[in-house]
């Protein structure tokens, strides 16, 4: 039972792992974008696990090419040796990052792929100087952890590198939201400029950044920004990390990674997430020139293990096959659309923003900016009792977060949106 199960979960898992629902939900099967709990309800997943489950559950092209490497007897043989799946998988990926004479190192986590990045960038530059942008998430191992700009995930305020900050895109609170687009890149870009000159003894290695903002609650610059940032980057030969673990893969609707939004290319990548549709997978891709910068052996035991791109080279063929970055387009201007039409005028409801199916939709006090995690929770909870399932997040924890399934038809979404405004109104107080 599930009571059971969670006073076992309680009392041999620390209590800093966190359960979403105040009647933590057991998932045992799954079918398309739907899930269904232990006690036989179905949910309408928004959510993805966590963007993870990219084309959806039990989805058949992804299921018979693990079963596939499977049937060989194989489940992993360590990098140490020549791993098809792997490097047809690298090829591909390669292909499609954008990056001129790419190479791919395969890891297993988002954090992981980011903490490679950043080995490789102070190598490549020879600094331990990171520029890191606030209100970021990028992992939670030591150094991912030090270039985070966002306290509720810095466990440890011990760094094993020197980070200065940037301003993020934040257009609801900070120094540059009442700002136009424009206006907000000038002047970004001045910070910049000042930050290199002030907290910086010159030779910083790279600039780490997430095109939109995923555990900081779907916030994102203005597009061009990150042009902006790197023509002072490059005028300093300091390398650029576009973070894509939450982005990449067509997610955003208008292009295959969100850098792309910036017209710059990025000198490293990371990807996760999605790239896997649940199998641990993930790694950086980047310039040979900079990935090659590794002076030692370094290998990841299971990164790019046989079954994991397996499953990888079935969801980026399924991707592509069926165009789902134009139907996350699609189907995300029906969500976005929706909700601003049928919500956004609330006084409660601050900004509906993201791009493709990656929104968010961020809860304040009536007649101000301060933020409402109360009323968030409340949202969050009626959508479960209504057979959705969202995410939260943001920094002071007042943003309800939707990732969909990039396999989203536009029949769930109305049922999604539907389920979704009701929860909002009804949470919020105002009749239907």
Same mark, same amino acid.
């Given at each position: 039972?599930t ?11 620390? #209590? ?7 009647? @933590? ?5 799954? #079918? ?5 709990d ?19 559950y ?19 043989t ?81 760094? @094993? ?13 900070g ?9 907000q ?17 010159g ?17 994102h ?56 549709n ?14 090659? #910068?590794?002076?030692?052996? #370094?290998?990841s ?25 134009a ?43 301060? @933020?409402?995690?109360?009323l ?41 949106l ?15």
């Amino acid at each position: 039972m599930t009571d059971d199960l969670l006073a076992r979960h309680r009392a041999v898992l620390p #209590s800093w792992m966190p359960l979403y629902y105040a009647q @933590p939900l057991e998932l045992v099967s799954g #079918s398309g974008r739907r899930v269904t709990d232990a006690q036989g309800r179905s949910y309408l997943d928004f959510f993805g696990g966590v963007l993870t489950n990219m084309i959806g559950y039990d989805i058949p092209e992804i299921r018979e090419a693990v079963e596939r490497q499977l049937a060989t007897g194989i489940a992993h043989t360590s990098t140490l040796y020549l791993i098809r799946q792997q490097v047809e998988l690298a090829e591909k990926i390669a292909q499609r990052s954008g990056i001129p004479d790419a190479r791919v190192f395969f890891t297993n986590s988002g954090t992981e792929a980011n903490e490679a990045a950043l080995l490789v960038a102070t190598n490549h530059r020879r600094s331990h100087q990171i520029l890191a942008v606030r209100n970021s998430y990028h992992g939670r191992s030591y150094a991912a952890m030090g270039v985070t700009g966002n306290r509720n995930w810095s466990a440890s305020g011990l760094n @094993p590198l020197q980070v200065a900050w940037l301003h993020s895109g934040d257009r609801v609170r900070g120094l540059l939201a009442r700002l136009s687009a424009d206006e907000q890149v000038d002047a970004a870009v001045e910070d910049l400029r000042e930050v290199l000159a002030t907290q910086t003894a010159g030779d910083v290695a790279a600039l780490i950044a997430e095109p939109i903002q995923g555990v900081g609650g779907f916030v994102h610059p203005p597009d061009g920004l990150f042009a902006g940032w790197k023509k002072v980057l490059d005028e300093h030969g300091i390398l650029f990390i576009a973070d894509e673990v939450q982005t990449g893969w067509g997610r955003t609707g208008e292009h295959f990674w969100g850098y792309q939004a910036h017209g710059v290319t990025p000198d490293l990548l990371t990807f996760a997430k999605g790239i896997g549709n649940g199998f641990a997978l993930a790694g950086v891709v980047g310039r040979a020139e900079v990935l090659e #910068s590794v002076p030692a052996i #370094s290998f990841s035991t299971f990164g790019g293990n046989p079954i994991s791109t397996a499953a990888g080279n079935a969801v980026l063929d399924y991707l592509i096959a069926h165009d789902l970055q134009a139907n996350a387009a699609r189907v995300g201007a029906i969500l976005a659309d929706g909700l601003r039409s049928a919500v956004g005028g609330l006084d409660c409801v601050a900004e509906v923003r993201g791009k493709g199916l990656m929104l968010g939709v961020e809860f304040v006090r009536p007649g101000g900016s301060e @933020p409402d995690p109360v009323l968030t929770n409340r949202v969050f909870e009626a959508a479960r009792d209504g057979g959705l399932l969202t995410g939260k997040g943001g920094l002071h924890g007042n943003v309800l977060r939707m990732g969909p399934p990039l396999t989203l038809t536009e029949e769930e979404a109305r049922e999604g949106l539907a389920i979704l405004v009701d929860a909002i109104r009804s949470a919020a107080g105002v009749a239907a």
